[in-house]
């Protein structure tokens, strides 16, 4: 199949226009010291960030949340540049086509979005009029527990979840509101004080910071059964907290963020684009034409109160640019590769430094059947195995005998142990048809996508990350999954872009 080409790009600021205030790239130009007070930032006239002019943006990193950014500052008539490090753009959102029969096609990355939720890529499909499809991955969801398969309807029965351990008002709880919507129960009374959903702090609930979500919940009266399903555990003298234990008040302040947009605990309604995620960053890149620089990776960023200079590699040879502002959109396990001078102001270099980064490599199964209809209730798994912690099909749409099967996998495994562990977890008795595995091992396929999502800040850490992760030093502003409130990838990417080009502003009108 070909994959949809992105549509015609409408009218944005001329090129024209914004050469004329355009940026200074000097490709191969000589690196004399100049920086900081030298003369190339006395050259530069100082401008405020809300100035109201046309501004010499650029953003670092083409992924969804540097696309996005760089869009909303052209349409704010801004003269931008995208400084890409790799050969492509999209980032993590990459649709894997080649070597897949029947035109099937499969999102290496970021596969869904939700409804409600994800309001700013929902802007972008109507934008440009996307073609979505709903996906049935998160219905009638199939889940191994503690040694057994359970459907949704077993995990309403008030005898296994007695099994579990959950106490009466628990099961009463779940019978009526569903396996997915515990932690709510116990949540619910608390988040109803967060009025802002980027501030965590001042409700009253600071000191749980300190306690771990799971000693909170105890205390709250909940079960062992429900601290061990909402994901928390009980400390103890023999097993104190650690680092890794989350915080009650990170996962109140999370829960609240949800709460405040009015999205539901679990997310159910998910979609995807027809032809794959990538058409949007597609889009994105044909919009933005000549802006968009590939093999261009920053090396480094000198910045004062008069502009910021960068310094990359354009196709191997040394260039820089003398800007007014620059947004950075790369992971933050990224950036001790790019020298800042000075040096980032002590909190935002704690932040940066301990924001703790998910990688996960995509596992896609080709299937000469669909093996597994009539054989297992729902192809929809959680299965508890690290390998390949949910299942469910991609690209049902296309027509053809093939099916891809997928999920996510540990950073680093083989094809050989994901598909041994599939065939040991899988629920069925029907031997599998599966003639092809796939894994997409991010770091190795793309050295530059390193870290897809933000892990739980660890505990106690809350005031030492938030809400300097996110804030602006000087000139340079900060838009990636990892710097937003709540760490959903292409969510948390276009949000934060948007909060930063907002930050920026647009040119005043004459
Ligand atoms: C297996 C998997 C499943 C996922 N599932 C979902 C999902 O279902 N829904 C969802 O919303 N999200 C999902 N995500 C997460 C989502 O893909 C990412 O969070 C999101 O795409 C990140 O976008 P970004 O622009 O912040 O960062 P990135 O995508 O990491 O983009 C950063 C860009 O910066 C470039 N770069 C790096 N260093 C430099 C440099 N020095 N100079 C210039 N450029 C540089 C990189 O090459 C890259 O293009 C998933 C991710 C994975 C891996």
Redesign the pocket.
Known sequence: MTPPSPPVPKALPSRRHLLENGARFVAGASLAPFWPGGSAAAEAEPKSPHAGKSQRIIV???????LTCAHELVERGHDVTV????RR?????KTLREGLPDGLDAD??????TRPGYDHYWKYVGKFDLPVLPWKRRRDIYRHIDGGWYTEAQLSDGKVLQRFGFHDREIDYLREHGWTELASLYFDLHTKRFTDEYQPFGVGLDDLDGITLGDWLTKEGASDAAVRFCGGRRTSADKPATRNDVSALFRLWQAAAVRLRGLPNFKREVFHLKGGNQLLPDTFTGLLGDRVRKN???KAILHDDHGVKVR?LENGRQAEVLVDQVVL???PL?LS??KVTPAWPKEKAYALANVAMGM???VLFQSRTAFWKDDVPSINLETGNSLMSLVYQTAEEVEGESCLLMG?GRPAQSPEETLAAFRQFYPGKAADTIEKVVVHQ?WKE?P??FG??RLPFALGELAKLWPHLITPVGRIHFA??AFDNLP??????TRSANRVAEQIGGVAKA
């Open positions: 670092i990193g083409g992924g969804m949340a540097g400084l890409e490090a790799s753009t999209g980032g993590h959102v290496a990355g970021a596969e869904h979005f261009s990776p920053v990359y959109c790369v992971s990224l590769t790019i996960q490599s995509r996510s991010w793309e530059t996508c897809c999502e990636g999954a959903w990838g292409m969510d948390a990417a």
